[in-house]
């Protein structure tokens, strides 16, 4: 609990992936990849339950060999590539609520962003909470440094390259001037959970943001970026004494 408000994390783990077959129980460090949001809700001090929604009984005992609880599998439907992932999400709180358990916060935590730490979800919920008068979700974005807008460009029919945002390049900003800009990097979402019922989303005009460092912004989607997570963590505490 966070104050007086029952905190529920979420971890969404489908069997089915096309872009790395199996990744949400891929090893990393020997920890199946849908571990490590687990172990990051168990690490957190506001956390009041940890529940693995799959589609999959295999994930479902994996995912209780590690601490969390799987009370259900996600109904087929639920578990599409097109099926929305607030349809799966508003499935879990359903099921929670009719068996006698409703929460004031809802904790989305995924395993496809295992470098998230338990006190990074107390951070965010402790800002969260720090926010309500003008927040009711929270979630991490990252900063885009190498990759800003201001230097995207353009490929014409004739392949050939101009700015995106500037009228040519002469008038492309230099770096230290740019407005710093985020992006949404899946590490963590949290939400009031009535406030989650009403928009099906955590991202809307009472969203509040948590930085993330740039290091724990990798996702997994493909191989190269399992292979980049594992190299992050076998050197982890000379990242963390870089940034």
Sequence with gaps: MIGNARVLALIPARAGSKGLPGKNIRPLQGKPLLAWPIAAAQASRYVDRVVLSTD???????????????????????????????????????????????????????????????????????????????????????????????????????????PYAAADFTRLPRRQDTEPVFALDGSLYISDVARYREHLGFCHARTAAHRMPHYKSHEVDDLVDFLCIEAILAHLDEVRAAT
């Design 56 to 162: 999959s009984a295999e994930f479902a005992r994996i995912g209780r060999s590690f601490g969390a609880d799987a009370p259900f599998l996600r109904p087929a439907e639920l578990a599409a590539d097109t099926a929305p992932s607030s349809a799966a999400v508003v499935h879990a709180l359903d099921f929670l609520a009719a068996h006698g358990e409703t929460y004031d916060y809802l904790v989305l935590l995924e395993p496809t962003s295992p470098l998230t730490e338990g006190s990074d979800v107390d951070a965010a919920l402790e800002s969260l909470v720090a926010q309500r008068a003008h927040a009711d979700a929270i979630v991490s974005v990252s900063e885009l440094v190498s990759s800003h807008p201001a230097f995207a460009v353009r490929i014409g029919d004739d392949g050939r390259i101009s």
